[in-house]
């Protein structure tokens, strides 16, 4: 018979690039016991907040009886877990162009904590599609990032309010083009979105996006592979596509 796994969402978030951040983590043990994180950081970028979820959140799991399946919008965070870290490891925490490797101290730290969890399976959701464990983990990084202390609920799974444990059929990481690092060409983007000063805009570039929020207090920005999702992301934050 298959043991129940202990289920994790995580997710990361920063108020520019860098800037005020937050993350936040559920876990839920298959006894029926879930536990919610979250934390905040002065000075940071999401990436560092994306990797910061998963490894406080195996902190908390600690050596687990169990396997642990984490549930993740950043596909940084599982491809760079399961493909790249290896050819960091072995060209000396170098790039293949020969770059160092940023957030090499948290890359060392999650392996440790994947470790020491024991069996971890890695698991793709996509952010702002109403999955409920994604949304939550979302709404705690963000509050977190904002500077304020949502509260964390700690307690059995039968009164939690979040239907944690509904979780799309199909959670593989979206295969890349010929021509991606280990593939072929990366996927273009449809559009980068920002929020600054309560105002939304889209970008056709991330160099675009990124002069928008560099050093702006409270921006928000994200990334859109289709027009679906970008309509998704701004509904998120109480935007519509005729904002933009």
């Known amino acids: 018979m298959a043991v129940m ?7 990361g978030a920063a108020k520019g ?9 559920i876990v839920v043990r298959p006894e029926g016991h879930v536990s919610e994180l979250g934390g905040s950081a002065r000075q940071t970028t999401n990436n560092r907040m994306e990797l910061t979820a998963v490894i406080e959140a195996l902190r908390h799991v600690g050596a687990a009886s169990a396997p642990v399946a984490v549930h993740t919008d950043s596909t940084y965070v599982i491809r760079g877990i399961r493909e790249w870290i290896q050819g960091w490891r072995r060209r000396g925490w170098r790039t293949a ?3 160092d490797v940023l957030n090499r101290d948290l890359w060392e730290e999650l392996a ?3 470790q020491r969890a024991g069996t971890v399976a890695w698991h793709y959701v996509r952010g702002h599609h109403g999955i409920p ?6 709404e705690i990084a963000n509050a977190c990032a904002a500077g304020g202390r949502p509260e964390l609920y700690h307690g059995p799974l039968v009164r939690y309010p979040v239907a944690v444990l509904d979780i799309p059929d199909d959670t593989r990481v979206p295969k890349r083009s010929p021509g991606a690092p280990g593939g072929g060409r990366r ?3 449809h559009s980068y979105l920002s929020v600054v000063d309560g105002q939304p805009a889209r970008h056709a570039t991330w160099a675009e996006c990124e002069r928008r929020v560099k050093g702006r207090s409270g921006a928000r920005f994200k990334k859109a592979m289709s027009p679906a999702e970008e309509e998704a992301i701004l509904r998120s934050w109480g935007f519509s596509s005729t904002d933009v």
């Open 133 to 138: 464990g994604n949304e939550r983990v979302d």
């Open 97 to 99: 162009g020969g770059g």
């Open 17 to 25: 690039n860098p800037g005020p951040g937050g993350w936040g983590a």
């Open 187 to 189: 996927a273009v983007p």
């Open 112 to 114: 440790a904590a994947e």
């Open 5 to 11: 796994p202990i289920v994790v969402f995580a997710d």
